[in-house]
């Protein structure tokens, strides 16, 4: 179609008409008038079509597409405004040329040329999504081609080309692969195991090291998820499909520890993290790219750690975190299920001896035999747990009745009494049980723990090898020994301790050459606390040691006071066993008191118990060697009491033996306490000991301890403990009588 052609003969035409018609005179004029006529209709065609044509011009020159039409050779026939200014020329100039001409490289123009004579050849439409160089900026553009081929005018193929420009796109598609290579280079470079799931075609990649955590080598894999489904533990898939889930749906990034299982079947643990990198226009996931690290070694060691935060490793039973954790839980079922759990507290009777006569590691083995037998007395749901020392705690939950309770006491007792074989040795120990009920007796753990605990002690004082429930009235006399505790720490640095002095007398002279320092403590409101009540309870808070330290310190200040009157003047203390534990007892401080007061050692004898003696390891020996090297008396208190073994009394360098007041309290003429008065007065005179009588309180029971054999007296009949002032008086009033 070329109007300019035409339109010059159309004008002539209609030129030739009009001279033809005024030539003609008006000859045929009809013919004339329809030659004016078709004349004029060619000419309105032809303003007409020029019009089309110059819109279908603007069409294409104003589509932002590249619009193309090019001939059987791949050469120009049509271009728009776009494509020209692409090529930096003018449509016109490139009709006839091909885009080698404009500044495109040879082997992407005979591409272009290529591509669509193939197209062509095939005859059907296609989308090629292609790239060139813009000639303007030397830059590359990316396009997205619809190339649709047909035939011609002369028959020949021709074909259509609208080339969409997606720089823009690509580019940025450009840029997030490019950032992820860099992630992925990144992530690679930390060491970890990198995947890169790309969820629309399915393909995950994964990395060579994660090959190498999991122990598969390429060719196993399949290049899909069933890669990484095929190393999960099966109970774990639910949780790491609902982290993932999350992650895809946008709810923050994905990380999960967890579990995978190695080609050859062993298992590690990971800590798996990922991210969504791309999304699609609707904020579908398009690719997740993350990492697996081996977390195995840290993983066991936190098992570790956890180990032994919870469980006891001599026994391997709960320990006392994970008993407080089972408590809580068991009380909170027992909230719902209205059934009551019950608290048993099991200490061992005689643990202590076992471990100092036959060593601590028998000790453990016995510990952890007990442990082994107190499993088989409670029901696999039941908690046993080691609680520290011989103490061991259960926790029966869901006790519907009450007496199945009593019944697992008493197989805990019977377990506990049947002998332990520990080397070649067969030792016997019993249990003192405690029990308490939730939410019976109490409503938190800490009074669930203190009631047990009481409970306990009551079966200790009951006699032992017994079980014992928790009783309101327990509560009120640990209260009472509570303020007690509270009130003895006070008393020392309120000066409420004194003490008395009671004389021991010289039977055959009636002289008072002796005394027993004796302790009392004045209560400001309860008034005189026997040391009988308080003693005990120095003695298990460990304020025995402060107390001991005070009682010889003022007793030596009162020796060396009576000493300048009469220089073989002793005064003797009572040391508690527990003093001499762990090599607590302060001998150098003492003996340096004797020292600074200018007295020897001489003027105190210190009064030890049997239960000592019994229990003497080489640290107790080595003590008692120490007194007597410093010139310090040894008496053994309460004798006839205890097991009164004679062996350890020459051994240990003993001076004085003490009659118990219970022998003395019936002595008659002919009875068997005299008789055991006079044989213990016959055998420590053998031994080199002299004997003092204690509890004298009449004047038939002195003549016959004198009688007896006995060398000192001690008792209400010569003098209730007085404080030092009166026994001053009383030492200057006894030097003015007559024996
Ligand atoms: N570790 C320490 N123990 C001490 C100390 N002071 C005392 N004690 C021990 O407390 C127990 C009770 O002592 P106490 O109430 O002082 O009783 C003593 C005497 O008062 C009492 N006694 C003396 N004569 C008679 C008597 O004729 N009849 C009678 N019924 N009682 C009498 O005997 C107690 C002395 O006993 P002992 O020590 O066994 O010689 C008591 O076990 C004290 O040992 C201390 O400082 N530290």
């Not at 296609?126 to 000639?135: G, H, L, P, Q």
């Not at 062993?266 to 997740?288: F, H, K, Q, T």
């Not at 007793?555 to 009469?566: D, F, I, K, V």
């Not at 022998?663 to 068997?672: D, E, G, I, R, T």
Request: aromatic share 6%; hydrophobic share 40%.
């Amino acid at each position: 179609m070329n109007p300019s052609v035409t339109a010059p003969s159309l004008k002539a035409l209609r030129q030739c008409i009009d001279t033809a018609a005024a030539s003609s005179g008006g000859a045929d004029a009809s013919a004339l008038a329809m030659a004016h006529a078709i004349a004029e209709r060619l000419l309105q065609v032809e303003s007409d079509l020029h019009e089309q044509s110059s819109l279908l011009r603007t069409v294409l020159d104003e589509s932002p597409d590249f619009i193309i039409l090019k001939d059987h050779e791949g050469n120009f026939l049509l271009t728009n405004a776009p494509v020209a200014r692409f090529y930096n020329t003018t449509p016109e100039a490139m009709v006839g040329k091909h885009d080698g001409d404009f500044g495109c490289p040879p082997e992407m123009a005979e591409a272009f040329r290529q591509n669509v004579q193939d197209i062509m050849a095939r005859g059907e439409t296609e989308i090629v999504y292609e790239e060139s160089r813009d000639a303007r900026t030397g830059r590359t553009s990316y396009f997205k081609s619809i190339k649709k081929p047909f035939a011609g005018p002369d028959g020949r193929p021709r074909i259509l080309v609208i080339a969409h420009d997606i720089t823009d796109l690509r580019e940025a598609q450009l840029r997030v692969e490019e950032s992820e290579r860099r992630l992925r280079h990144a992530l690679e470079a930390t060491g970890d195991a990198v995947w890169d799931w790309h969820l629309g075609s399915g393909r995950l990649t994964l990395s060579q090291r994660w090959q190498e955590i999991l122990g598969y080598r390429a060719e196993d894999l399949s290049g899909t998820l069933t890669d990484f489904l095929q190393c999960l533990v099966e109970e774990e898939a639910d949780d790491i499909n609902r982290a993932l889930g999350e992650c895809l749906e946008g709810r923050g990034d994905y990380q999960h520890e967890h579990r995978m299982r190695r080609r050859d079947g062993s298992v590690i643990w990971v800590l798996d993290r990922g991210r969504v990198v791309e999304r699609d226009a609707d904020g579908r996931p398009v690719r997740m790219v993350g990492s697996v690290a081996d977390v195995t070694d840290k993983k066991s060691a936190q098992d570790l750690i956890w180990q032994q935060a919870n469980y006891d490793a001599l026994t391997g039973l709960p320990n006392r975190h994970m008993f407080l954790d089972r408590l809580q839980r068991e009380m909170q079922v027992s909230d719902r299920s209205g059934h009551p759990c019950a608290l048993l507290m099991l200490d061992l009777d005689q643990f202590k001896e076992v471990n100092d006569s036959l060593g601590h590691a028998w000790g453990d083995v016995l510990l952890q035999e007990a442990a082994q037998r107190l499993r088989l007395c409670v029901r696999e749901v039941d908690t046993v747990a080691r609680l520290g020392g011989d103490e061991f705690m259960v926790l029966l939950g869901d006790v519907a009745d009450p007496t199945s309770v009593t019944r697992v006491v008493h197989d805990i007792l019977k377990t506990v009494s049947q002998p332990f074989r520990l080397g070649s040795d067969l030792v016997y120990v019993t249990g003192s049980v405690g029990v308490t009920f939730y939410p019976n007796d109490a409503s938190s753990t800490e009074e669930l723990l203190r009631n047990v605990d009481q409970a306990m002690y009551a079966a200790k004082r009951e006699g032992r090898n017994c079980g014992q429930y928790f009783a309101p009235v327990m509560q009120v006399a640990a209260q009472e020994r509570m303020r007690l505790i509270t009130d003895l720490r006070a008393a020392l640095s309120h000066q409420q301790l004194q003490l008395h002095y009671q004389p021991i007398v010289d039977l055959a002279s009636g002289e008072v050459h002796k005394a027993e320092a004796l302790l009392r403590w004045k209560h400001p409101e309860r008034g005189f606390i026997s040391p009988a009540e308080f003693i005990p309870v120095a003695e298990s808070t460990g304020m025995i040691h402060e107390i001991g330290d005070w009682v010889f310190h003022e007793a030596a200040r009162q020796a060396a006071r009576w000493r300048r009157e009469r220089p073989d003047f002793q005064v003797s203390v009572n040391v508690s066993p527990l003093q001499f534990e762990n090599g607590r007892l302060a001998l150098s401080a003492w003996l340096h008191h004797l020292r600074s007061l200018d007295v020897d050692g001489s003027c105190v004898v210190v009064e030890i118990t049997e239960g000592l003696l019994m229990e003497a390891g080489p640290e107790v020996t080595r003590q008692l060697l120490r007194f007597r090297d410093a010139g310090v008396q040894v008496a053994l208190d309460d004798f006839g009491t205890g097991y009164s073994s004679l062996a350890y009394l020459n051994r240990l360098d003993i001076d004085y033996i003490k009659i118990d007041r219970s022998f003395v309290s019936n002595l008659k003429p002919a009875s068997p306490d005299l008789a055991l008065c006079e044989g213990i007065a016959m055998m420590a005179h053998k031994l080199g000991l002299k004997v003092v009588a204690e509890g004298v309180e009449t004047e038939e029971q002195r003549a016959l301890l004198q009688a007896a054999g006995c060398d000192y007296g001690q008792g209400y009949l010569f003098s209730r403990p007085v404080p030092a002032t009166q026994f001053d008086a009383l030492l200057a009033h006894r030097s003015h009588e007559p024996a």
